[in-house]
């Protein structure tokens, strides 16, 4: 009898214990402790020490598809980022579904680094043909959102310098007796909006910040409320 309940303990520990790897392995890992693997990956190449194909075998095995969301955190950290593109490399199909969304929707995301990521895959012989093919139809995403943020820079940079000229032109009209008569009561507004943010006194305001604020709007507004 004792030695069947000791065959049965045996069991239970061993099933508990087959078990843990695999959790332990899908469990993610953070930020600090990917950044860790990934630092310990560096080897020596012909360029010195740094990240190299042995690099991406050291990762492959220790890295899992739980561990993609710090490594899309460290792709955006400088230091990190190198290690954190082989990373995803090093795990191929599930780097690159990762990936993919944060081309898209993270604007935050250096685009250059992403690149990097698909050139590595394409070049791994670890990822099968798949991945490696995955990776090559995502460069023309990588070039529609360069397209993307390069368009909205230009707009937003467009509109800050016809807001520029707007100020300018309503600063000159302060300025004259004759064309401040013809400032429109939105442009009275946007001239005070403007002043009480350059002295500062756009948040709570002392007894004496708010005589002056009260000052410059009967000033600029007249009664109005």
Do not use: W
């Amino acid at each position: 009898m004792c030695f069947i309940n000791s065959l049965k303990h045996l069991f239970l520990f061993a099933y508990i214990f087959s078990a843990l790897p695999a959790q332990a392995a899908d469990a993610p890992r953070s930020r600090d402790d990917v950044y860790k693997i990934v630092k310990g990956a560096k080897t020596f190449g012909p360029r010195g020490y740094g990240y190299t194909f042995k690099s991406l075998d050291k990762l492959a095995d220790k890295l899992t598809a739980a561990d993609t969301p710090a490594l899309l955190a460290l792709l955006k950290d400088g230091d990190a980022a190198t290690g954190a593109s082989f990373g995803l490399a090093a795990l191929c199909a599930d780097g690159l579904a990762a990936l993919k969304p944060a081309i898209e929707n993270d604007p935050k995301l250096p685009l250059d680094r992403a690149r990097d990521v698909l050139h590595t895959i394409q070049h791994f012989d670890k990822c099968d043909a798949d991945a490696r093919a995955a990776a090559e139809a995502l460069h023309p995403q990588i070039d529609a959102a360069f397209a993307k943020r390069s368009a909205h820079a230009l707009a937003t940079q467009k509109a800050a310098q016809e807001e520029l000229e707007q100020h300018n032109i309503r600063q000159m009209k302060q300025l004259d007796p004759a064309a401040r008569k013809t400032l429109t009561q939105e442009e009275r507004q946007q001239i005070l909006d403007e002043n009480i943010r350059a002295l500062g006194l756009d948040g709570a305001r002392t007894p004496e910040q708010e005589l002056l604020y009260q000052k410059m709007k009967q000033s600029l507004m007249g009664n109005a409320p």
